[in-house]
């Protein structure tokens, strides 16, 4: 069974511009989180999508936001890009128990 | 506000001894708690979990440990390998409404594992 994919695994963006991060969640699993992990932290919780509706979000500007599509895969947009977005951004969907399973991340580099 | 957080930043161990990485929390609403192992380069990967109605857990290798009166979790790795070198993470959070699955992260331990 697949786990948690996330593309791509590299991306660098320059200040302002728009950087687009992919998802998709373990097959059955239909909710789906993104967290945000900056060099040298812990993991930050960004947003929560359950059947296409953000459930919830972390303390973060409105220029993070997101998408969750009928296939349950997931979409995290970061607009006006800055150099504090520079961190690996981690995708998870959720099992049965509660436990949440990861991808690999995403590492997104602001110039 | 609510947070989970690590008495020890950083471990090393010899290969074979026991390693204990202990994690203190804040939040008594908390009644789930994880434990993350996170490799170089990759994510978090799910090591053992455990709810408040409980106070040990095994699995293979590993045991976490829940003491609520003082709110502290540990997780012990019996027999320590070389590939159990990586960052531990703690987290809690909520299993129900709108906090389901949002974990709260401590800021992790790095434990290093000599041949």
């Known amino acids: 069974e697949a786990g948690v994919t996330q593309s791509p695994t590299h991306l660098i963006k320059t200040r302002g511009q728009q950087a687009t991060l992919r998802c998709s969640p373990i097959?059955?699993?239909?909710?789906v989180y993104w967290y945000q992990q900056a060099l040298g932290l812990g993991l930050q919780f960004l947003l929560w999508?359950?059947?296409?509706?953000?459930?919830n979000r972390g303390n973060f500007p409105p220029r993070f936001s997101g998408r969750q599509f009928p296939n349950y895969s997931s979409e995290l947009n970061v607009n006006a890009l800055e150099l504090e977005d520079s961190a690996l951004y981690l995708c998870?969907?959720?099992?049965?128990?509660?436990?949440?399973?990861f991808g690999e991340g995403s590492r997104l580099t602001v110039l | 506000g609510e947070s989970v957080g690590l008495h020890l930043p950083t471990l090393s161990v010899q290969e074979g001894d026991n390693s204990i990485i202990n994690c203190a929390y804040s939040?008594?609403?908390?009644?789930?708690f994880i434990w993350y192992k996170q490799e170089s380069g990759k994510g978090p990967q799910f090591i053992i979990d455990i709810r408040s109605n409980m106070d040990k857990r095994q699995g293979q290798r590993v045991t976490v440990l829940l003491n609520k009166t003082v709110k502290h979790l540990s997780l012990q790795i019996a027999a320590t390998q070389p590939g159990d070198s990586a960052v531990y993470f703690c987290a809690e959070g909520k299993p129900g409404g709108t906090s389901y699955g949002k974990l709260t992260f401590g800021q992790g331990t790095i434990l290093t594992v000599h041949p």
């Open positions: 999508y359950d059947e296409g509706e953000e459930r």
């Open positions: 939040n008594s609403a908390s009644d789930y």
């Open positions: 998870a969907s959720r099992g049965n128990t509660g436990e949440l399973f």
């Open positions: 097959s059955g699993h239909t909710s």
